[in-house]
T-cell receptor
Framework: GAVVSQHPSRVICKSGTSVKIECRSL??????MFWYRQFPKQSLMLMAT?????????EQGVEKDKFLINHASLTLSTLTVTSAHPEDSSFYIC??????????FGEGSRLTVL | AQSVSQHNHHVILSEAASLELGCNYS??????LFWYVQYPGQHLQLLLK??????LVKGIKGFEAEFIKSKFSFNLRKPSVQWSDTAEYFC???????????FGAGTRLFVKA
């Protein structure tokens, strides 16, 4: 299966700053990656589908100007939380879809905005 | 709209007890069904999946799940749990044809040694 790595695993930033989270597919060429957000005691909510070489597809209610997604290569997608605020504090997870339909997940990135 | 409902948010069992976690979904078409597990400090990983064929599917570590189409259910079972099964379990549904995967809210299982 695919090995997916996220970095950083934890980040703390001040309100108003921007934070970039990387998602790497280490052994699988991923034309599509998915970004999720997980609130405490809640499910994974799909934020957007990252498409290599083209624009990401955002889910309803997700601000594309706030959550910038770039998928510049088959192994790397980045999520940038711009002008972060405390309400953006959350656990962000990326995944890669294998040809079998199974999803392979990164370890997640916990963002805390002070 | 597609949705997934997991009945139990927290389950506490003693070792050797039997486990059944409920999962119901709402979707009008053909679906692919998954159970994912997240052990403490680890990535989410696939436990088992159903695409077609035998509605009783077996996964890793002695888990199995049964797809009952008439009930829109895909319940997870294990006859005898172990302390190492302590984890969070997520049911997920993907509408066939390239639709996105939707997750249930998750069930936290704690197994007492």
């Amino acid at each position: 299966g695919a090995v997916v790595s996220q970095h950083p695993s934890r980040v703390i930033c001040k309100s108003g700053t921007s934070v970039k989270i990387e998602c790497r597919s280490l052994d699988f060429q991923a034309t599509t990656m998915f970004w999720y957000r997980q609130f405490p005691k809640q499910s994974l909510m799909l934020m957007a589908t990252s498409n290599e070489g083209s624009k990401a597809t955002y889910e309803q209610g997700v601000e594309k100007d706030k959550f910038l997604i770039n998928h510049a290569s088959l192994t790397l997608s980045t999520l940038t939380v711009t002008s972060a605020h405390p309400e953006d504090s959350s656990f962000y997870i990326c995944s890669v879809s294998a040809n079998t339909g199974e999803l392979f997940f990164g370890e997640g990135s916990r963002l805390t905005v002070l | 709209a597609q949705s997934v409902s997991q009945h139990n948010h927290h389950v506490i069992l003693s070792e050797a007890a039997s486990l059944e976690l409920g999962c119901n979904y709402s979707y009008g078409g053909t679906v692919n069904l998954f159970w994912y597990v997240q052990y403490p400090g680890q990535h989410l990983q696939l436990l088992l999946k159903y695409f077609s064929g035998d509605p009783l599917v077996k996964g890793i570590k002695g888990f199995e799940a049964e797809f009952i189409k008439s009930k829109f259910s895909f319940n997870l079972r294990k006859p005898s749990v172990q302390w190492s099964d302590t984890a969070e379990y997520f049911c997920a549904v993907e509408g066939t044809g390239g639709f996105k995967t939707i997750f249930g809210a998750g069930t936290r299982l704690f197994v007492k040694a």
